[in-house]
């Protein structure tokens, strides 16, 4: 079993800053890559940044230069830190991590999702 617990979610104004961290659990050989999507009411859900184990990072437009996303391997861990925030910005995000398990299985597997609210 592989289980994704995600954190950091919450409240703040316009310019303001939040950290999210997403940790993989379970019977874990490897994770290939974990990344951070996001959906706002009426809109698709879209990626809003992801990294590979080895190091490589993918943003969508919209946040670069404000989000930076790391992983923790050791940790299987994955953190987006979210700085000026926008209005825009709000939405519920979701962790989702493609890993490997013991048996050589491979899955993708998603978080429950977290509310970020960017409001005065």
């Known amino acids: 079993q592989v289980q994704l617990m995600e954190s950091g979610g919450g409240l703040v104004q316009p310019g303001g800053s939040l950290r999210l961290s997403c940790a993989a659990s379970g019977s874990i050989f490897r994770v290939n890559a974990m990344g951070w999507y996001r959906q706002a009411p009426g809109k698709e859900r879209g990626l809003v940044a992801s990294?590979?184990?080895?190091?490589?990072?993918d943003y969508a437009d919209s946040v670069k230069g404000r989000f930076t996303i790391s992983m923790d391997n050791a940790k299987n861990t994955v953190y987006l830190q979210m700085d000026s925030l926008k209005p825009e910005d709000t939405a519920v995000y979701s962790c989702?991590?493609?890993?490997?398990?013991?048996?050589?299985?491979?899955?993708?597997?998603w978080g429950q999702g977290t509310q970020v609210t960017v409001s005065s």
């Open positions: 990294v590979t184990s080895g190091g490589s990072t």
């Open positions: 989702n991590a493609d890993v490997l398990t013991t048996t050589r299985v491979r899955y993708i597997r």
